[in-house]
């Protein structure tokens, strides 16, 4: 078990790019997270994975933003034309479908759009 | 809608000395509030799952509890390895997110 793994750590890109991150889960966590977090606050939703499925989104969500979880492994977010606004960091979290509700975080993308 | 509200924003404590971070939460029936940590530039730590009023956890120097309204993270004879972000969770029973405080930003000087 290597934990949640996230790729890339750093990502800069220019105003208007498409930038898409990748998510690994720890293997037997068939639940997956999506969260934002900018400097001073804590980590805010995005969107929520179970197996393959979205079952949630927050509403606060861009219709910018999209997130795959094929065949229930990884994850991607892609974000597209990108704004200096969505400078932040993008967290990754797991959980099991099994008893305990903690999730496990990855290291994060930290994303910084020019 | 889920709230959590962390106090202080911000502690700077001695070495050795005692004191506790406060978590306050509104949340329509509790399944968890959660304990993290969080260094500089990485993403949360799990450190505790509280799940009913009046549980206890503890870890090394680190000490959970947990009331219906809010729970203290105790943090007795702190180390500068300790400094880091507290942050606070809940997870409502309707839902699987969890939602976040802003933090506690500790300090502990030599």
């Known amino acids: 078990d290597t934990g949640v793994s996230q790729d890339p750590r750093h990502k800069i890109t220019k105003r208007g790019q498409n930038v898409t991150f990748r998510c690994d889960p720890i293997s037997e966590h068939n639940r997956l997270y999506w969260y934002r977090q900018t400097l001073g606050q804590g980590p805010e939703f995005l969107t929520y994975?179970?197996?393959?499925?979205?079952?949630?989104k927050s509403r606060l969500l861009s219709d910018r933003f999209s997130a795959e979880r094929p065949k229930g492994s990884f994850s991607t977010l892609e974000i597209q034309r990108t704004e200096q606004g969505d400078s932040a960091m993008y967290l990754c979290?797991?959980?099991?479908?099994?008893?305990?509700?903690?999730?496990?975080f990855g290291q994060g993308t930290r994303l910084t759009v020019v | 809608e889920d709230q959590v509200t962390q106090s202080p924003e911000a502690l700077r404590l001695q070495e050795g000395e005692s004191s506790s971070l406060n978590c306050s939460y509104t949340v329509s029936g509790l399944r968890g509030l959660f304990w993290y940590r969080q260094d500089p530039g990485k993403g949360p730590e799990f450190l505790f799952t509280l799940y009913s009023a009046g549980e206890e956890k503890e870890k090394e120097r680190l000490k959970a509890t947990l009331t219906k309204k809010e729970s203290f993270l105790h943090i007795t004879a702190p180390k500068p390895e300790d400094s880091a972000t507290y942050l606070c969770?809940?997870?409502?029973?309707?839902?699987?997110?969890?939602?976040f405080g802003t933090g506690t930003r500790l300090q502990v000087m030599l």
């Open positions: 979290a797991s959980r099991s479908g099994q008893g305990r509700p903690e999730a496990f």
């Open positions: 994975f179970q197996n393959e499925a979205q079952l949630e």
């Open positions: 969770a809940v997870m409502p029973g309707t839902a699987s997110k969890l939602t």
